[in-house]
């Protein structure tokens, strides 16, 4: 029994109009039998499609193409034995016209899309069903047909148009929908149905990329053919890997050398629904003398005979030929033949070597045969029969096939296998590229890059994927240039794609089937030892080993304990997945967690094993399981500074616990994690949105040190974004929070926080003060904290302290000891791995040694942006910069080019992450730089803008070099009135702060 899963397939369902009034009017015997003959035809219908037959209701069938298993052509099956319905419906009609007292006719309708397929019930014999709204759809479809008509939905139409005639047929109405549906009526097939593939619809033509090699064996076997040697050369690869589009681009290249003009070319190309025996031979010959499948016998005979006089066969040979010629040319006659089986297999060779030999006689012939894994066994052994009997002739038996097929071995003529491999990564995105190629597009590369991973090297999954963005709207056509629209990555297995993808799974055992969906329920690629683990069916090494012949999956290396593998192509694994259930989903991302709980001894310590336990949870009924292993893997990506995986993690998170009534701590510990990192990588809006909500959570849960917590890094943000005065507030308000006996390391922090305010106001004295008081709280709090990462916590406030100790102590003239503070943070900080303290430490070394030892500042500069680069702090890499530039700048050789340069960076990361409070800070530096050369107009448009913010900030350590590099300039420039105007501001700056103007000079810049 087929377990249930979910599919897209085409229902079709057919009844008859008018079979009531019958029934009414017949005696039931009668309707019965009339209903069985109608069963029986419109069933054999149904499986020459190889669909199947869901139901029989009244005088209505349901039928399926696409389960229990899928093709790759499903809806041109539904529409094609919708088609052949009509017919045998007519010829039955007429059959029964006499006894019904009227005529019958059918009407249809058809539809393509999701459904859950399988046996409804538990019961033994329970029937195979499909459920879902595609089933009622279609119903409403077939309602809606006109007796004699099909109506199919524009799902279907989509996918089949190339190959039907269609005319509009308005719109349909659904019950409990509020759009309309979109209807066709069926015309009948094309007579010249063009090919499904390629986006010239779309306007968009892709230029053969790659396959050099492929193309110069093409070729050489085609010298080697003139020269008379048979060749057989078969073109094998997965479906869509352009086997096809290879040997076009091959003949049009021959054509274009004129190599073809004396060449002679015979195609045929095999259905998917399969060849009648000798039917590729019956194609090809039937081309070669314009045969139509309606002609009679006679007139068949009539047209060989003809051609084979023109090529100066004799009479006798026609004569040969004549006793097989139905076979040969596949003409349909009932007759039974009269002929010995062997026998006549026998002249059925001689006849087909006939021909083909008098057509080589004359010219050099290319037999291409497409699609051979869909021939039928005879005509490929009489391909090699013939190619082996004239193997000195110049004969080229031209094949394509996919993998599973076996082309014909034949002992003489010369054999060549041409196996088309992925594309590689670049060629897919020149692919894309070349599509696109009349008009620029924006958002080009990371389309590409998409496209190309998806895609997996097949050039057919690649136009699939655009087709299906395109009709997605993501990827919108405008006048001659195409752009892409939000939400292009939310990608699904195009429909184009799915039956072809599903087939090939369909195909499988039962058992290696199961194993393969629970292979995607892991992943992509997937380690052995869990699937192992998490499987409920038995022997797992044949069906693996089945799926890696199957080339479904491959080993990729050692995993633990057992190999790792991964789903040759992400198509496949992402229509796998789709395929179950989605109960069943959640149930095997709960047997996945478990092994991987197993594997890793419930203790995972690898950033992946936390990140896949939190996928796995959060797609089981645990998701706040799930949840707490997303927050642990974003900690631990935040820990090693992986900043957007981090976000990735805490985001996933906060989605899963959202589901999740109940969890509110979760929630806040989720939201604070990601504050940080946001906060870091400058999204402070979206940090402060998070910590404010956890804020009130703390606060309502009574949680003083927390919400204390959050007062701090809500100032830290304010502060940030150059708001002191609420920064200052919120310190405030934290520590009133805490009150006396609250918790130390947290008041530290809060003291500490405001030292540093203090120092940035100007106020050294008191940044003192509040920086030792937060070192002796912390003092007696630091032995005894050694669990939980709180004495993490408390160094970590230490090195902060004796940071902002460090700087006060410099501005008050105390420049050995500011150093030995300074140095003493970075030893803590640096023993501790906290990068972030140490990269304010490298900053202010940095200006504390510039005046002192300049190539030493750089250094320390240089080490500092390499660590705060890896933090993928942005604000700390600003604030080197600017110093690196000041640096380089007593540095006089350096100045001009590294210090504009350095300058120029600061001001770039100030700029784009709004980091006002700092922005003055590279703005003085370059105007210093810019005076420094005689560039008094630069450094006038420079100093300006920095004043403005200085200004608004009023910090002396800002406000006084911008008034002492004005007022020069302006002596410079010869007007004595307002140079004398700023050098007064100027002092009235060092007066107000208490400060020597050399303080201010020499250590512009600390933090
Ligand atoms: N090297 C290539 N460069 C650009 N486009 C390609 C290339 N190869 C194939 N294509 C395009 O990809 C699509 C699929 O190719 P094609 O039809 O030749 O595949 P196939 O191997 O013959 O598949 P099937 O087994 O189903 O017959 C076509 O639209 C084709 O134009
Ligand atoms: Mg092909």
Redesign the pocket.
């Known amino acids: 029994m087929r377990e249930a899963d979910r599919r897209q397939v085409t229902v079709l369902f057919a009844d008859l109009s008018g079979f009531t009034a019958l029934s009414e009017r017949l005696d039931p015997e009668e309707v019965r039998a009339f209903q069985n003959a109608l069963f029986e035809a419109l069933a054999g219908v149904i499986a020459r499609y190889d669909g199947f037959v869901e139901k029989f209701v009244g005088d209505a069938v349901m039928a399926v193409f696409g389960a229990p298993v899928a093709h ?1 052509d499903d809806p041109q099956r539904a529409l094609q034995a919708a088609l052949d319905l009509l017919d045998a419906s007519v010829a039955l009609g007429d059959r029964w016209a006499s006894r019904l007292g009227q005529a019958v006719t059918l009407h249809v309708g058809v539809h393509t899309g999701p459904v859950v397929a399988g046996s409804l019930g538990d019961a033994a014999g329970a029937a195979y069903a499909v459920t879902g709204d595609t089933v009622n759809t279609t119903s409403r479809l077939l309602s809606a047909a006109a007796p004699g008509t099909i109506l199919a939905s524009a799902a279907t139409h989509a996918l089949t148009r190339h190959r039907f005639a269609f005319e509009p047929a308005g719109e349909l109405a659904l019950r409990g929908k509020s759009e309309p549906i979109v209807v066709h009526r069926v015309l009948g097939a094309l007579a010249e149905p063009q ?1 499904a ?3 010239a619809a779309l306007g968009l033509l ?6 050099v090699d492929e193309m110069e064996q093409l070729v050489a076997a085609f010298e080697r053919m003139r020269r008379g040697r048979a060749q057989v050369v078969s073109v094998v ?10 040997i ?1 681009e091959w003949l049009a290249r021959l054509d274009a050398g004129g190599d073809l003009a004396s060449v002679v070319i015979r195609r045929a190309a095999c259905s998917s629904l399969g060849e009648p025996t000798y039917g590729v031979f019956g194609a090809l010959f039937r081309e070669a003398y314009q045969v139509d499948p309606e002609d009679s016998l006679a007139v068949a005979r009539e047209k060989l005979a003809a051609g084979l006089r023109k090529l100066g066969a004799r009479a006798e040979e026609a004569e040969a030929i004549a006793p097989v010629l139905r076979y040969v040319l596949g003409v349909e006659e009932k007759a039974p033949s009269d002929i010995e089986p062997e026998q006549l297999r026998r002249q059925i060779a001689l006849a087909a070597r006939t021909l083909v030999e008098r057509r080589v006689e004359r010219d050099p012939l290319v037999i291409l045969v ?2 051979l894994q869909w021939a039928d066994a005879a005509s490929v052994d009489l391909l090699r029969d013939v190619a082996d009997h004239l193997w000195d002739r110049p004969l080229m038996v031209l094949l ?1 096939h ?1 993998p599973e097929a076996r082309p014909p071995l034949g002992a003489r003529a010369g054999q060549m296998a041409i196996h ?1 491999a992925p ?1 590689s990564r670049d ?1 897919t995105r020149a ?1 894309v590229r070349d599509l696109f190629g009349s008009g620029p597009l924006d958002g080009m590369g990371p389309l590409q890059d998409f496209v190309a991973a998806r895609a997996g090297g097949n ?2 999954f ?2 699939e994927i655009v087709r299906s963005l395109v009709s997605r709207g993501a990827l919108v056509r405008d006048g001659d240039r195409w752009t892409t629209s939000a939400e292009w990555e939310a990608a699904d297995v195009p429909p184009t794609l799915q039956g072809l993808l599903l087939s090939r799974v369909d195909r499988l055992p039962a058992d290696s089937r199961r194993l393969l969906q629970e292979a995607a329920v892991l992943g992509a690629s997937f380690e052995e030892v869990l699937l192992r683990d998490m499987t409920t069916g038995g022997v797992v090494e044949a069906a693996l080993e089945r799926l890696v012949e199957s080339d479904l999956i491959r080993r990729v290396g050692p995993g633990r304990d057992g190999a790792l593998y991964r789903f040759t192509q992400a198509l496949v694994h992402e229509a796998v997945y789709q395929n179950l259930l989605l109960a069943r989903r959640t149930e095997l991302h709960e047997r996945a967690g478990r092994a991987l709980e197993r594997a890793t001894r419930a203790h995972p310590e690898r950033l992946g094993d936390l990140e896949a336990l939190g996928h796995h949870w959060s797609l089981s009924a645990d998701k706040s399981r799930g949840a707490r292993y997303l927050v642990t893997a974003g900690d631990r990506a935040r820990a090693v500074y992986a900043n957007d995986d981090a976000i990735r993690h805490y985001a996933r998170a906060l989605e899963t616990l959202s589901e999740c009534p109940g969890s509110e701590a979760q929630m806040c510990a989720g939201r604070e994690g990601l504050a940080d990192v946001l906060g870091l990588v400058g999204r402070r809006g979206e940090a402060l949105v998070h910590y404010e909500a956890v804020q009130r959570a703390l606060a309502d849960s009574g949680d003083r040190a927390g919400t204390a917590r959050m007062l701090r890094k809500i100032g830290g943000l304010y502060w940030e974004a150059g708001d002191r005065e609420r920064a200052s507030e919120c310190f405030a308000a934290g520590l009133e929070q805490l009150g006396d006996p609250g918790d130390p390391i947290e008041r530290s922090h809060l003291f500490q926080e405001m030292g540093r305010l203090a120092f940035r106001a100007g106020d050294n004295a008191a940044a003192i003060a509040w920086a030792e008081r937060a070192l002796r709280e912390a003092a007696g709090e630091e032995s005894a904290a050694d669990t939980g990462g709180r004495d993490r916590e408390a160094a970590a406030m230490r090195a902060q302290a004796y940071n902002t100790l460090g700087v006060a102590l410099a501005r008050t003239g105390r420049l050995a000891e500011a150093v030995e503070q300074i140095e003493t943070s970075v030893r803590l900080a640096e023993g501790r791995d906290l990068l972030q303290a140490a990269c304010r430490g490298y900053t202010n070394l940095g200006v504390l040694y510039s005046s002192l030892d300049p190539r030493r500042s750089i250094e320390t500069c240089l080490r500092g942006i390499a660590t705060a680069t890896k933090v993928g702090d942005l604000g700390f890499q600003s604030r080197l910069y600017a110093n690196l530039a000041v640096a380089y700048c007593a540095l006089t050789d350096q100045c001009e080019v590294e210090g504009v340069e350095a300058a120029e960076t600061a001001i770039d990361l100030d700029r784009r992450l709004g980091l006002l409070d700092h922005l003055a800070v590279p703005l003085i530096v370059l105007g210093q730089i810019h005076q420094c050369h005689g560039e008094h107009a630069r450094a006038f448009a420079s100093y300006e803008e920095a004043l403005a913010l200085a200004e608004k900030a009023g910090e002396p350590q800002l406000l006084f070099p911008c008034y002492d590099g004005l007022a020069t300039l302006y002596l410079d420039a010869g007007d004595q009135p307002q140079a004398e105007a700023y050098l007064a501001k100027a002092q009235a700056v060092c007066e107000r702060a208490g400060l020597e103007p050399d303080a201010l000079m020499v250590l512009p810049f600390l933090c």
Do not use: F, Q, Y
Not at 237 to 246: C, D, H, N, T
């Open positions: 790759e090919s593939r390629g986006l892709a230029p053969h990329v790659g396959r690869g997965e479906a869509g890997m352009g086997k096809s589009r290879l076009a497409e699609d394509s996919r088309l594309l060629e692919l050039p057919l690649a136009e």
